[in-house]
C-alpha cells in the first residue's frame, strides 16, 4: 500500500449511537455489563484492523428511563478487552476536572504496559454540573479554569511518564532494581495541582499513552493544537469538515507542530443496496418513542413541535439569527432539514443517531467513495466510527465497507507496528 | 465438609514478600510489567481454591535501587486477572485519602461486574507525606482527619452502591431502560465529600463488593469493627493473634454486628524435609545485600550494628522500655531475638520478610499443624498468605499445604459459591 492508512476507530456506546438502537428485538441490552459484548466488539473492530476502539466517558446518570447511557468504567473495561485483544489501539476518555494527574498518568501508564503499547487518552474537561456534584464541586468550574487546569493537567501527566527514564531498570541481581539517577521527581507545584512524583509506574511502552483531544471551542481548539496527537471532530459535511481541518492544522502549525490526524465522527448505514441500507435506518427511526423525541425537538428549537405530521416535511423554520437558544444545535438541525429534506420522523432519527455528525446511508462502494472523497479533499485523515447499532453495524462496516477501503489502498490490510503509536505513524516520544 | 473452610487470600507483592527474593537467579524481576505474570499467580491460587488473591497500593515511589515496590496499578491488573481466572475473588486496596468516593464506588462496581461478583477492596487511609504529595496534599491529614474521612468515604461509597436497586434494570425495549424511582441520588453533603449520586452503574453483582480492612490503630480497630466484612491482621505469634482477635470481636459484637473473619498475614518456607525448608529460607536471606540491611537495623534499634559478626547469635537488646524511637517495629525485633535465638543474619532475613508476621518454616504437615493451631485456638478464621517468593512459595503451598488442610477437613475441596462473598460466606447485602 503506497499512500498512507486512512485512521479508523470504533467509538463503542452502549447498543449503538442511534438512541433507540437498545430498543430493537436483536439489542445486546442484556448484556452490557457483560465484559464479553465489549471484547467481542474489540475483536470485531480488530479482524477489520481498525486503529483502535474508543471508550466516551461521563460521571453522571441522567434519564436512566430513556435508554442505556453509562455502565462499566473505561478504564477497566479496558484492561479486559487488552487481553481479549492482540494489536488494535484501547482509548479512554479521561477527565481533567475529575482526576488527579497521578491516578490518570498511573492508570494509564499501567495499561499500556498490560497491552504492550495499544493505550491513548481523550482529555476531555466534562461538561455538566450533574457530573462536578459526583466528584466534590457544587457545580462546574467555569470554561477558562477547566481549560487552565487541563493544560497543567496534560502537562504534568506527562511529566509523570517521563519521571522514569527509558532505560531505568537495571534488574541487576547483584546490584540495583532500578538506578536512581533515572527515576525522578517532578516537583510540579502549579495553579490547580501539586505532584512531587515520580510516578509508581516505569516509563510506559509508548513511552507516552497517545493523546486525543475533541477542541471545538477556542480554548478547546487551542488545548488541542498544543498537546493532541489525533483529534476527534464533529462535522456534518465536508465543508464544515474542510473548515476545521484547516484551522485547527494552521493551529497546530502556529504551535510549531507537525500536523495531526483529525478523525471526525461517522454515522454509517450499510447494506447491498441503497434501499436495504435506508430500510435499516428506517427501522431503527422507527424504534424511537415519538412523544419524548417531539418534547425534545420542541426543546431544541423553541416552539412546541407535538402536533406536527410525523410523515410529512419538517416545517421551515425560522433562521439562525432568529433563534435565541443554543446556537450550535438548532444550527445543524437547521442544515439537516435544508440538505436532506427529511420528513419529521427522518429529523428525529437523525437526530437520535450522532445529531451533527456526517452520517452515510448506502451501498459499501457509496460509503467508501464519500470517506474516500473526505479524506481526499482535506476534510478528514479517518473517521470515529459511530455506529448507530451494535454489533451489527459494526460488523456490516468491517465485512463491507473495510475490504473495499483496502482493495483501493485506502486502508491497511494488516497491522504493521503493534502499538497504536505505530498504527497513527507518531514517533515514540523521547524522555 | 463438616467444619467452615478455613479462610486463604495470596497477598500478591512484587517477586515475593521477601525483600531479597528479586535477586535470585530464578526470580521473575523480568515479568513484573507483564500481566501474564500476574494472571498466572491468580490461577495458581485458583487451582488452591484460595478465597482470592489481594494487592496493596501505595502512591510513591521511593528506594528504587533496592528493589521492586509497586508497577502495575491495582484496578487495573485486577480487571485482566478477573478475565484470566473464573471463580477466586479479587481484592484492591483503595485509599480513602486519595480517591474520590464516587471513583471508588464506580470502579469497584465495574469490576463487580466484569468478575461476575468476586471483587473485594481493601479500605487503607494511607500514610506517607510522600503518597500525600502526589495527589495535591502539602502533607498527609492528621490520623484522626484521615480516619473520619475514611469512614465517611467507605458510607459514601456504600450509598452510592445501593443508589441502584436490585431490580432497576427494566430492559423494555417498548418502555423503560430503568425505572427512575429506582435509581434514587443520595444527595450525600457532608464534612468531606459532595456526592449527589446517583452512580454511573447499575448496582454490583455482590450488592456491595466485599469490605475489608486492616485496622491497628485504636481508630483503625474501631473503623474496622464498624465497617469491614474481613479484617487483615499482623500477629508475630498466637498469643498476639489472640489478643487481636478478642479485642477486635468485642468492638465488633459492640458495634452490634456478627462476628468478621480475621486473616493475619503468613509467610511460610514450605519444603518435604524441615532441613530443606530452613535451607530455602536460607538462600533468600543469603541475597540480601548485607550493608543495607545493617543501616536499616541500626536505625530501628537506634545504634550502629555494622560491625557485628553476621553468623554468631544477635547480641541483647535494652528493653523496650529503654527505647526511645518508634516502639512497634522494636518490639518485634525483641519477640524475634527472644523467641528465635537468631544469628545476625537470620534476623536480617526475618525482618526483610514480613516483618512481624507470623513465619512458619517446615514441612506440609507441620505448617498445617500451626494453621490449624491458631485458628482452633481463636487466633485466626484463616490466613493472608505473604509468599516470599513468587511464584514458587505460593507453588508450594497450594500443592503441598492445602492438600493437607484439605484431607483435615479445615480447607474447601472446591469452591461452592461463585462470588467472594459466597467464599467468605457472608449474605448479600439488602439495598
Known sequence: MAAPSMHLNLFIMGC??????????????ERLGDIRYYEALARTAERGKLDAVFFADGHAAS????????????????????????????????????????????????????????????????????????????????????????????????ALWDSWADDALRLDRHGQFADPHKVRPI?????????????????????????????????????????????YAVAYDLPSAQAYYRDIQARVKAAG????????????????????????????????????????LGQFIGQDCRGW?????????????AFSGPKG????????????????????????AGGGHCTLVGTPEQVADEMQHWVEQ??????????????????DFVDQVVPVLQARGLFRRDYVGHTLREHLGLARPAA
Open 329 to 352: 444545535r438548532y444550527a445543524t438541525i437547521l442544515r439537516i432539514i435544508e440538505s436532506e429534506k427529511p420528513t419529521l420522523r427522518q429529523l428525529l432519527g437523525r437526530l437520535a
Open 257 to 296: 507542530r507537525p500536523p495531526v490526524s483529525i478523525m471526525p465522527g461517522l454515522v454509517t448505514y450499510v447494506a447491498s443496496t441503497e434501499a436495504e441500507a435506508r430500510a435499516r435506518q428506517r427501522e431503527l427511526d422507527e424504534l424511537l418513542p415519538t412523544e419524548d423525541s417531539l418534547r425534545q
Open 309 to 321: 405530521a410525523l410523515d410529512a416535511p419538517v416545517p421551515s423554520l425560522p433562521p439562525l439569527s
Open 187 to 231: 516537583q510540579h507545584h502549579g495553579e490547580h495541582f501539586l505532584v512531587d512524583g515520580p510516578l509508581t509506574v516505569p516509563r510506559p511502552p509508548q513511552g507516552h499513552p497517545v493523546l486525543f483531544q475533541a477542541g471545538a471551542s477556542e480554548p478547546g481548539r487551542d488545548l488541542a493544537a498544543r498537546y493532541a496527537e489525533a483529534i
Open 63 to 158: 434519564n436512566v428511563a430513556g435508554g442505556p447511557q453509562w455502565f462499566l468504567e473505561p478504564l477497566t473495561a479496558l484492561s479486559a478487552m487488552a487481553r481479549a485483544t492482540e494489536r488494535i489501539g484501547l482509548i479512554s476518555t479521561v477527565s481533567s476536572t475529575f482526576f488527579t494527574p497521578f491516578h490518570a498518568a498511573r492508570m494509564l501508564a499501567s495499561l499500556d504496559h498490560i497491552s504492550g503499547g495499544r493505550l491513548g487518552w481523550n482529555l476531555v474537561t466534562s461538561m455538566f454540573d450533574s457530573e462536578a456534584r459526583n466528584h466534590g464541586w457544587e457545580a462546574m468550574p467555569p470554561h477558562e479554569v477547566r481549560y487552565a487546569r487541563a493544560e497543567e493537567f496534560a502537562e504534568t501527566v506527562l
Open 378 to 395: 482535506g476534510g478528514a485523515d479517518g473517521f470515529n466510527l459511530m455506529p448507530p447499532s451494535l454489533p451489527g453495524s459494526i460488523e
Open 16 to 29: 449503538g449511537h442511534h438512541k433507540a438502537a437498545w430498543r430493537h428485538p436483536e439489542s445486546a441490552v
